[in-house]
């Protein structure tokens, strides 16, 4: 049997994945951008002994917890709901495929979660030098955690071997994977980085 | 209609099922300590703003300051659970999602107002006078209706008889109201919340009271009311529950499986255990107490849903590709997370003598 379908009465699904995906996307790459911007701010501050930027980075990290914790983590947790809802099928084999794959990117956003508290609330609270580690933390698992789910994207639209071998890793390291990444997980994470220091 | 015709076809899984059962089993043990307290603690603040109980405002204060970590690590620990079960269960969940779609995709958008207005809360305390009580609200109502979004859908994806109301409307607006555990069951984890609310805001005073010679008291006494009070009723609501289960699930309960069995036992005694410590005042044995409830809460849980799939389904029916290599991944990624997280909380909470330079 097969799952059954969503009746849409007034739009198509893509109309819902499209508006979640979006929205989701963009505000997600500051969650790992931005978090390099913040520790490159500080460290700025820091070198230039300059207050005025240590409090605008620490103003920021306020703004930037309330716009990734919430919002950017909880349409993540929505795109999921969005995708299970429009292709119950497809989400289901790519679940059974990468649940460990999903469950890697899991541990990164906890990892994540931790380190943006300890950031935001330990802002001049400890030594500049564990809030810069804590700060790079943060930005090591917020790339990592884009590292894993991109991979899984790409076999989304292009499977590569896995037809055949049906392996994990094939799975994971598909053709497009390393250009895409090398574009997809940097360029629109960096750029408003470099171009606003 | 046999409703075994609806069941879809489940995928092939990765390693032997009793990984991810334990993956499962254990982070859902996590997410629930969390959820407990969210919401708890949220329907606590609600409560003392409404009825105004003395000394409320440095309560609901310290309260304001720890729910969004809260949400933060709910919505975090009920990932994994959630990514586990569709894989395990997936044919059954994914069914259930779908009919009750429209409510089901609704719980992002409740989510963030929750989220934002819990945050209002916290930033606004002062500020807002009396009106904080508004966000508050908004906080805890949400959380509630998303709580009842998923009695529902952890219920109909359990009874695929009840799945033929889709050809009569396939919207997505079904919900399953008509099903008996569904009010007992979710009242039962509303309560749960409470107790658990209590029980973390009475820990919360006792470590200050150790750090501030004793000023605590009266407020751990407060605090332990709402776990003894909430824990006391989820007796009539757990028996309500109990008697709202088919007659093979409650079975195996009362000596039909010997686990499920044990385990409602040990429920029992670890509940009856929890509430003599907090009748004492005794709040870390109450708190371990409570967590080992919940676990076996959380055991229970699962073999009450192995029963109510059994006549369509086990796990063992399940075929396997084995990639072992992925569940390796993932648990060195746990090695690794975890490294990190202590050595971030080491280095925020470690050396308080350390220089700010």
């Known amino acids: ?133 804590i700060g790079w933390l943060y930005f090591i698992f917020a790339w990592l955690s884009l590292f894993f789910i991109n991979a899984i994207i790409d076999f989304m639209l292009t499977p590569g071997d896995w037809l055949e071998t049906k392996s994990f890793w094939d799975g994971f390291f598909n053709p497009p994977w390393c250009p895409r990444s090398a574009f997809v997980q940097h360029w629109p994470c960096f750029w408003p980085v470099f171009s606003d220091l | 209609m046999d409703p075994l015709s609806l069941i879809p076809t489940p995928d092939v899984i990765p390693v032997h099922w009793g990984w991810l059962k334990f993956f499962l089993i254990a982070t859902f043990f996590l997410h629930l300590l969390f959820m407990n307290t969210m919401l708890g603690i949220g329907i606590i603040a609600l409560a003392q703003s409404l009825f105004k109980t003395p000394g409320s405002t440095s309560i609901n204060r310290e309260i304001s300051a720890k729910l969004p970590y809260t949400i933060a690590f709910t919505v975090n620990m009920g990932v994994a659970p959630l990514l586990f079960i569709q894989v395990l269960y997936g044919q059954f969940i994914y069914t259930s999602s779908l009919l009750m779609a429209v409510y089901w995709l609704s719980i992002t958008a409740i989510l963030i107002i929750a989220y934002y207005s819990a945050y209002l809360y916290h930033y606004t305390f002062d500020a807002a006078g009396s009106a904080r009580t508004i966000f508050m609200a908004i906080t805890v109502v949400n959380l509630l209706i998303i709580g009842f979004f998923f009695s529902n859908n952890m219920t109909m994806m359990l009874s695929p008889d009840s799945w033929v109301r889709y050809f009569d409307a396939p919207g997505g607006t079904l919900l399953n109201l008509a099903e008996p555990t569904l009010i007992p069951r979710y009242l039962h984890f509303v309560l749960s919340a409470v107790a658990g609310g209590g029980l973390f805001l009475a820990i919360v005073w006792e470590l200050k009271a150790r750090r501030h010679e004793n000023h605590y008291q009266e407020r751990i006494q407060q605090s332990l009311r709402w776990f003894i009070g909430a824990t006391l009723l989820q007796f009539a609501i757990g028996t309500w529950w109990l008697f709202t289960l088919p007659e093979h699930v409650a079975r195996i309960f009362m000596g039909g499986s010997t686990p499920a069995t044990a385990l409602f036992i040990l429920g029992m005694l670890g509940t009856i255990l929890a509430l003599i410590f ?80």
Request: with cysteine; charged share 15%; aromatic share 16%.
């Open chain 2, 278 to 357: 907090g009748f004492k005042g005794r709040v870390r044995p109450c708190a371990g107490a409570t967590i080992l409830t919940i676990l076996v809460m959380v055991l229970m849980r699962d073999q009450m849903r192995t029963a109510f799939l059994k006549p369509y389904f086990e796990l063992a029916m399940l075929e396997t590709n084995p990639q072992y290599g992925s569940l390796i991944l993932f648990l060195i990624a746990l090695g690794i997370g975890g490294a990190a997280i202590a050595y971030m909380l080491k280095l925020a909470f470690g050396n308080k003598t350390e220089a700010r330079s």
């Open chain 1, 1 to 133: 049997m097969n799952y059954p379908v969503w009746e849409l009465y007034f739009s198509g699904g893509g109309f819902w994945m499209v508006i979640i995906a979006v929205v989701h996307v963009y505000v997600s790459h500051f969650a790992v951008g931005g978090g390099l911007f913040l520790v490159l701010t500080e460290m700025k501050a820091y070198r230039e002994n300059d207050s005025e930027i240590l409090a605008y980075t620490k103003s920021h990290s306020k703004f930037f917890l309330l716009l990734t914790m919430v919002f950017a983590g909880i349409t993540g947790v929505g795109i999921w709901f969005t995708i299970s809802l429009l292709s119950p099928t497809a989400t289901s084999t790519l679940v059974h495929i990468f649940v460990f794959g999903f469950a890697t990117e899991w541990v990164c956003f906890l990892v994540e979660i931790i380190a943006l508290f300890l950031y935001y609330y330990k802002f001049e609270k400890i030594s500049r030098a564990s809030h810069l580690k």
